[in-house]
């Protein structure tokens, strides 16, 4: 008799065909586990029409019927409660749909290890009660540095807040394994007495990165794209003052495309009104992602420097922008810039608008200040490639099988 396959139920907020940094993410790993013989049961909200390419979006009524996924994984969906998108909005949503979580997480077939991943701080509470449920091992994948970011970001305040931070806390300590995606995360829950605490970092899928070429342009011009979310972690606000006063100078031309979507995109609408110098896209998916990097000369990174959490925080766009070749300006600290020193084709600028002012008028007088450099791309197959990423994941999973 054949054994069976080992099986794995996954809860997450955000998953195919949303385009979402967690579903890039999981959606590599669940390719990885399936290859080396795992059974995934995916256990998420419908699609969220925000994050969901329009060609790609689910018609029709709901359905609970399981749905096969890209890689063979089994899709279980719950109702989404479309809410406004604001901080509140996402988190009373999310809640929502982690409650609803739990009865198909119970009624899907019986799992070897249950895991949960955030930034969807409810889904730890369905992950938790659904291992418990089904008296499986809970895995805990924490890509954000929770609950530290909630505290900086001033979400914790009340009897809720409280509860949530202490809930969560409580969670990783009796989680079987937590996995973070940087070694400083790793480090800060081992002193909060978090013993069982592994690091698998975010990454790409190298071969779906196209390389991209230098751009020939004039003396006195840089165009600086971001694709990405515009929350109040990326401190964009800075970046646009800094390229309103380029414009209002008036002694080179400065060019800033922001693309993508979130919770301070109108605020960011309003700064920039009246300067032609910023422009404004919507998210975009596949191709017209390079697209608009080739467009530009230097791609930006940008995560606040004033929160602490940020230090051993790397935006999950970095290992894609190294793995493009394109040449890179990040306003980061810690665990990111010493990863993207690994590219030579990098400016790590202080955070402030005057920093940014400085910079960006010195790449736009030199046409060959922002080269494309292949260093980044080779550090990226060796450290943050995501099939391999997957392997080790499987190696972990494993662990936890019983005999």
Not at 123 to 137: D, E, K, Q, S, T
Not at 311 to 329: D, N, Q, R, Y
Not at 372 to 384: D, K, P, T
């Amino acid at each position: 008799m054949s054994q069976a396959k080992p099986r794995l139920q996954l809860l997450i907020h955000s998953y195919w065909p949303e385009s979402t940094p967690p579903q890039r993410r999981w959606q590599r790993l669940t390719e990885s586990l399936r290859a080396d013989g795992w059974e995934v049961d995916v256990i998420t909200p419908a699609a969220n029409e925000r994050y969901t390419p329009a060609e790609q979006m689910p018609t029709g009524a709901f359905t609970m019927k399981p749905q096969e996924g890209p890689a063979g994984e089994s899709i279980r969906r719950t109702r989404y409660l479309l809410l406004r998108n604001s901080r509140v909005g996402r988190f009373l949503s999310d809640a929502v749909s982690s409650v609803m979580m739990v009865p198909r997480a119970v009624t899907a077939p019986r799992p070897d290890v249950v895991l949960a991943t955030v930034p969807a701080l409810p889904v730890i509470c369905a992950g938790w009660l659904a291992a418990r449920l089904r008296r499986a091992p809970l895995v805990v994948d924490m890509r954000d540095a929770w609950p530290e970011l909630a505290r900086e970001a001033e979400v914790r305040a009340g009897p809720a807040g409280r509860l949530m931070e202490t809930v969560v806390t409580s969670i990783q300590r009796r989680a079987e394994l937590v996995v973070t995606v940087t070694a400083g995360f790793a480090e800060r829950l081992r002193d909060r007495d978090v013993d069982r605490v592994e690091t698998i970092s975010n990454g790409v899928t190298l071969e779906q990165i196209p390389e991209l070429e230098h751009r020939s342009r004039r003396a006195g011009e840089l165009r600086v794209a971001y694709l990405g979310n515009h929350g109040e972690s990326q401190a964009l606000e800075t970046v646009i003052r800094a390229v309103r006063s380029i414009y209002d100078r008036g002694e080179v031309e400065v060019t800033l495309r922001l693309v993508g979507s979130g919770t301070q995109k109108e605020q960011l609408k309003e700064l920039a009104q009246g300067c032609p110098a910023v422009e404004f896209h919507d998210a975009v998916h596949g191709e017209q992602v390079w697209d608009h990097y080739r467009w530009s000369d230097t791609a930006l990174v940008s995560l606040r420097t004033d929160w602490a959490s940020f230090a051993w925080t790397v935006p999950s766009k970095t290992f894609e922008l190294m793995g493009l070749g394109k040449h890179i300006t990040a306003t980061v600290t810690g665990e990111a810039a010493e990863i993207l020193a690994h590219a030579e084709n990098v400016a790590v600028v202080d955070s402030s608008a005057e920093a940014l002012v400085e910079t960006f008028t010195e790449l736009a007088r030199d046409p060959e200040s922002t080269p494309v450099s292949s260093a980044g791309r080779r550090w990226v197959a060796e450290h943050a490639d995501l099939p391999r990423l997957g392997e080790r994941y499987s190696r972990l999973l494993k662990t936890f099988l019983r005999p």
